[in-house]
């Protein structure tokens, strides 16, 4: 039952994404969006992803208000650090550990840093759960510590608002969420 929600869900999402790009809602735009969707879902399918846990609203609506707050105010950083007289600022590749126990928060995580300016996920350790992440202005160690502090805030919200230990429990297989219980 699951499969087929996120189905019917994928279908409908790119359904829009066709109508916004066609930029106009008519009758024609509809159904050649839904036959784009179902040759997209049926010739190019995703691998399943497992998802674990359970998602807290209250925590996602602070990680969003966070992350919000912190790509307003890395932007107005970067924005000055283009504008300012003097020296190009340094740089540098820093290595980040985040505790995260799924792929996919995981994924997430990366994806908040590549959003935030000034920082970008060059690589990623999956086993060990590292990342290393290019950094622009580092010429202090309170940039450096910002940097780490958020980091660790940053993971902390993503086990708040997805993974929290009491609620974490290993993902069904495909096979066994179609067995009806």
Known sequence: MRIWALRVWTLVWLTLVWLLLWGTVSVANVLSGLAVALLIILLLPLPSVPVQGRLHPLSLLRLVIHVAWW????????????????????????????????????????????????TIVLEIDQARRLVYVHVLDVGSPRSVERFYRQLTQLERMLIAAFERDSEWRPAATEAEEEIPS
């Open 71 to 118: 790509l307003m105010q890395s932007s107005v950083q970067v924005a000055w650090l283009a504008i300012r007289p003097g020296k190009p600022p340094l740089s540098a590749v820093l290595r980040g550990h985040l505790a995260l126990k799924s792929d996919l928060v995981l994924a997430l995580a990366v994806n908040i840093m590549n959003l935030t300016p000034g």
